[in-house]
Structure formats: C-alpha cells, structure tokens
C-alpha cells in the first residue's frame, strides 16, 4: 500500500515555507491546504482572482460572488486581496506564485506533463493549468505512480497531449518522492513498506536510484 | 442621454445593433459575475451564429448556457466549457465549434484587445497543441508563442455599482474577466445592481473607468451558485 490521499498532501506541506504564496490545484492538491504547519503562514491563490483563499463559508455566510477557482463558494482570509482575471495570470505567468501544486495524467523524464486531455473523451478544456505550468518554477505534481491497471504514468515520453514543456522539476506519486533533471528521473524518496523493486518497477521513464533511499515518516 | 451618461432604460435598447454573426465578449467565471439579464436578452432577440469568447459556457438553463437552446452559438472560445449537457450534445453533432484557449491567454487575449495591442508573446501553451500553426520567438533562452487579441462587435459586462458615467466597481470574485471584457468591446454594455449619481463612487476605488463603457443599465440578478460549498457553523 502507497500513501493515502491525505498522506500525499501531508508530505508536499513539508515543502511549504513561512509566506509563501501558493496555488493548489483540484483533487489531492487541495488537501494540503489543510496540513500547513502550526505556526506558519500560506496564502492560497485562486486563479479566478483570489489572493488569500479562506475556508468554506458557513450557511448563512454564502455569498454567489465569491467563489475559488473550483467554481466552489469559499470565505476570504485575514489579509486577502481580489482582483481581475489578467491580474491574477499576471501573477501566475510572471513566477510571483512561490509554489504550485497541481495533479496529472503522465509526466516524463524530459518535464513534461500532460494533464488536460485523454483523446476520444470529452474536451473539457485546459482552464489555467498551461498558464500555471508555463509561469511557475515550483511545481509539485501529486498523482499515482501507476494507472489502475498497472501502467506507469512516469514514462520516457508522454502519449497524451501536453499541458506543457520541460516544466516539471518535482512529482510526489503514492510510492515515491522524485526530482526530474537531465533527463532522468531521480527517486529521492520511498513511501512507509514500499521497496525500491517495486519503484523502480513502476517508473517506465529511466530512474537514478542513489544508494541510500530514506522512508517518509508520517 | 447626454453627456457622459451611459444609462439606458431598458435592455431592447441595451443590446441594440446586435447581429447575426457577430463577436461577443462575455465577462464571467463559471456562473458568477455573469451579465445574467443582457444573456437573457440575446435569447429573445433570437440573434444567431454568434462567436462568444467567455472563460465558460454557463450551465444548463441559465448563463450563456441558454443561448444554445436556440442554437444560437456558432463558436465558443473559452478555457473550459462542458459543464452542460447541451453543450456537449451540440459540439458532439458538430453543431458547435469550440476554441480552447489557456485562461491567462484569454483575459489577456482580452486585455490587449482593450489597450491596442494586437498580439503578444506568452510561454502559456509553448510545445502543447495550442501553439499549433503559431510563430515562435525565443527570448532570453525561453521560448513563447505569439497569441492574437480578441475584440469583441459587443462586450457584455456585469458589475456591482456603477455611476451614470460608467465608472464601475465589482465585487468580490465577481470580478474576474469583467475589467478586460469591458475594454474589448466595440460596444460594451455593462449592467449592475445599483446606479449611483457622479461622485458618489471614491474615484480611488473605482474598477473600470466609464471611458470603456458604452452603456449602462440597472437589473435584478438571480446570482445562481454552480457549487455551494460549506462548513459547519
């Protein structure tokens, strides 16, 4: 067994940081939202024009005009500002976000990641995610190391279409912590019971594995 | 009217010169901060073969969502669109025609259209299937595509509080694509909940300038919520 949902989000709030600005994107992502260390501050920018996102508003605090990124309707926090959409992906596109977290379908060894479109199904659309890839330098994408019939979703080269290029430095799966440079994928970390076998099993794209591969503690 | 006063009385006169074919810029995200009431007009005028450039297509039964029961829409251009049967019904039968464009792309398609600027370069989309066909120049070692504004025949806006000049405010997340639409208009029409005499409005506050506003009228919104999220109290 890899990490649980929550476990993934716990382990990305390690790499947050004392004011750092932050967008989460939807799924697992927005989990960690609820993992920022004791003591710290975060911001959460929601691209649909919110800096400083609060929690969900109680009943009677539901306001239509304002809502995240997720079209869900949420509360301002201490400190929050809100502006335009061109403000926001200004924001985004010009690297003033400290962290992006955002799910995928495949990521490769080169950074790229494809994220937005599986041929033959509905087309939704990308909404930000190819500015957000485009403009961050930090990026964590969580996803399952392997689709539910095995496959590796960490590949030499992605199949579906791109949300974009040599982007993706960081991926944090249910297995495995890794960083991707030169080329190559690099396993840095192990989820609790799961062994370097069986990692490096699931990682079609080519993976440096160091000597020493230390467990998450949770 | 005279003057500066931008302020219609009803929304006939509102969205009129609006034609078949035309372009429309729609402010809006999701189903918040949508000019509801000047969406409902373009359903009674019937006009077809509209190109509306929204970041979505509203739901069904209500946004620009209504606007496909009449098959009203040729083409959408937006970041994210099928949150509505009918919408996917018609761009499966290949009623509809879709062009999807990242959402920084997008308001900013929207914003340069407003300021003169016929395109801009973007790193947004570079080596995916959006930069197909588009030029490419490298700028200190990075590479971006060059991305087209958007001008709109009309842009239909949705703000708080506007005075009669224009002089607009939004609120809360409501604002989103509004500011750029309202600049990308050859006609922009904004509609509010509150008109207020000149001066009223701290010229401090104000969001978008009544320069870009052609007209201006007063409505009642619904305010639907696509997602109610909430906590226990």
Redesign the interface.
């Given at each position: 067994m890899g990490l649980s949902r929550d476990q993934m989000a716990i382990r990305v709030a390690r790499e947050l940081q004392d004011g750092y600005y932050v967008n989460l994107g939807i799924g697992i992502p927005t989990l960690v939202a609820n993992h920022v260390p004791e003591g710290m501050e975060v911001m959460l920018q929601?691209?649909?024009?919110?800096l400083g996102m609060g929690?969900?508003?109680?009943?009677?605090a539901?306001?239509?005009?304002?809502?995240?990124a997720?079209?869900?309707?949420?509360t301002?926090a201490t400190g929050a500002s809100?502006?335009?959409?061109?403000e926001?992906?200004a924001m985004?596109?010009g690297g003033h976000v400290d962290l992006t977290v955002l799910g995928a379908f495949e990521v490769d060894a080169q950074g790229?990641i494809a994220s937005w479109m599986i041929p033959g199904k509905?087309?939704?659309?990308?909404?930000?995610?190819?500015?957000l890839v485009?403009?961050a330098d930090n990026i964590i994408v969580t996803m399952t190391h392997a689709d539910k019939y095995g496959n590796s979703k960490l590949l030499p080269e992605c199949s579906l279409?791109?949300?974009?290029?040599?982007c993706i430095k960081q991926v944090l799966t249910d297995l495995a912590y890794l960083e991707i440079r030169d080329g190559k994928f690099h396993l840095v970390e192990r989820a609790p019971g799961i062994s370097v076998e069986e990692i490096v099993e699931k990682t079609a794209g080519e993976l440096v594995v160091p000597d020493n591969v230390p467990e998450m503690q949770f | 009217m005279a003057g500066f006063d931008k302020v219609v009385n009803t929304y006939e006169e509102a969205m009129a010169g609006l034609e078949d074919g035309m372009t429309v810029i729609a402010g809006g995200?999701?189903?918040?901060?949508i000019p509801e009431n000047l969406i409902t007009q373009m359903k009674k005028m019937g006009t077809k073969d509209l190109t509306i450039v929204s970041?979505n297509c509203g739901i069904d039964g209500f946004g620009l969502g209504i606007l496909l029961e009449d098959r009203q829409i040729k083409k959408m251009i937006?970041?994210?669109?099928?949150e509505n049967k009918l919408f996917?019904e018609q761009?499966?039968a290949g009623e509809l025609e879709?062009e999807?464009t990242?959402?920084?792309?997008?308001?900013?398609k929207?914003?340069a259209a407003g300021a003169g600027i016929p395109a801009f370069y973007?790193?947004?989309?570079?080596?995916?299937?959006?930069a197909e066909g588009k030029d490419v120049r490298e700028f200190d070692g990075r590479k971006y595509i060059l991305e087209e504004s958007i001008q709109g025949d009309f842009a239909i806006v949705k703000a708080?509080k506007a005075d009669r000049y224009g002089n607009a405010i939004y609120?809360?997340?409501?604002?989103?694509?509004?500011?750029?639409a309202a600049t990308a208009g050859k006609i922009t029409v904004m509609e509010v909940e509150e008109i207020v005499e000149p001066g009223e409005l701290d010229p401090t506050q104000i969001?978008t300038p009544g320069i870009y506003v052609d007209r201006l009228i007063q409505g009642t919104f619904e305010?639907?919520?696509?997602?109610?999220?909430?906590?226990?109290?």
């Amino acid at each position: 067994m890899g990490l649980s949902r929550d476990q993934m989000a716990i382990r990305v709030a390690r790499e947050l940081q004392d004011g750092y600005y932050v967008n989460l994107g939807i799924g697992i992502p927005t989990l960690v939202a609820n993992h920022v260390p004791e003591g710290m501050e975060v911001m959460l920018q929601s691209e649909n024009g919110l800096l400083g996102m609060g929690p969900f508003p109680t009943e009677d605090a539901v306001d239509a005009d304002l809502i995240n990124a997720g079209k869900q309707t949420v509360t301002t926090a201490t400190g929050a500002s809100i502006f335009s959409s061109a403000e926001s992906f200004a924001m985004i596109r010009g690297g003033h976000v400290d962290l992006t977290v955002l799910g995928a379908f495949e990521v490769d060894a080169q950074g790229n990641i494809a994220s937005w479109m599986i041929p033959g199904k509905l087309i939704k659309g990308m909404g930000g995610a190819m500015d957000l890839v485009a403009g961050a330098d930090n990026i964590i994408v969580t996803m399952t190391h392997a689709d539910k019939y095995g496959n590796s979703k960490l590949l030499p080269e992605c199949s579906l279409p791109l949300t974009g290029a040599g982007c993706i430095k960081q991926v944090l799966t249910d297995l495995a912590y890794l960083e991707i440079r030169d080329g190559k994928f690099h396993l840095v970390e192990r989820a609790p019971g799961i062994s370097v076998e069986e990692i490096v099993e699931k990682t079609a794209g080519e993976l440096v594995v160091p000597d020493n591969v230390p467990e998450m503690q949770f | 009217m005279a003057g500066f006063d931008k302020v219609v009385n009803t929304y006939e006169e509102a969205m009129a010169g609006l034609e078949d074919g035309m372009t429309v810029i729609a402010g809006g995200f999701g189903i918040c901060g949508i000019p509801e009431n000047l969406i409902t007009q373009m359903k009674k005028m019937g006009t077809k073969d509209l190109t509306i450039v929204s970041n979505n297509c509203g739901i069904d039964g209500f946004g620009l969502g209504i606007l496909l029961e009449d098959r009203q829409i040729k083409k959408m251009i937006s970041s994210y669109v099928g949150e509505n049967k009918l919408f996917e019904e018609q761009l499966l039968a290949g009623e509809l025609e879709v062009e999807l464009t990242p959402q920084g792309t997008l308001a900013e398609k929207m914003r340069a259209a407003g300021a003169g600027i016929p395109a801009f370069y973007t790193a947004t989309g570079y080596g995916t299937d959006v930069a197909e066909g588009k030029d490419v120049r490298e700028f200190d070692g990075r590479k971006y595509i060059l991305e087209e504004s958007i001008q709109g025949d009309f842009a239909i806006v949705k703000a708080w509080k506007a005075d009669r000049y224009g002089n607009a405010i939004y609120r809360h997340t409501a604002q989103n694509f509004n500011p750029m639409a309202a600049t990308a208009g050859k006609i922009t029409v904004m509609e509010v909940e509150e008109i207020v005499e000149p001066g009223e409005l701290d010229p401090t506050q104000i969001h978008t300038p009544g320069i870009y506003v052609d007209r201006l009228i007063q409505g009642t919104f619904e305010k639907r919520i696509e997602i109610r999220t909430v906590r226990e109290g």
